[in-house]
């Protein structure tokens, strides 16, 4: 999965919490990211705040304090 590579390259960097389980959470992230994408596109609306909707997920998962 393309987001767990990315993933591993932040935790390279340092930027992410490389004891994470970086497929995992590239799961959680796109699974919570997919009905927000699908619904706003079936409602023919652009997402709403959609960094900070990123953000917040993050957050939740205690990630990351960005």
């Known amino acids: ?9 932040e ?15 590239a799961r ?4 919570a990211a997919l009905p ?4 706003a596109a079936y409602a023919h609306e652009a997402l709403s705040a959609p960094q900070e ?3 917040r997920l993050i957050r ?3 990630f990351s304090s960005a």
Not at 11 to 25: H, I, N
């Open 36 to 39: 927000e994408a699908f619904l």
């Open 53 to 55: 909707t990123a953000r």
């Open 1 to 9: 999965m393309a987001l767990a590579r990315y993933l591993e390259g």
């Open 11 to 25: 935790s390279e960097l340092g930027r992410v919490d490389g004891a994470a389980d970086l497929c995992a959470v």
């Open 60 to 62: 939740s998962l205690n």
């Open 28 to 31: 959680l992230l796109t699974g």
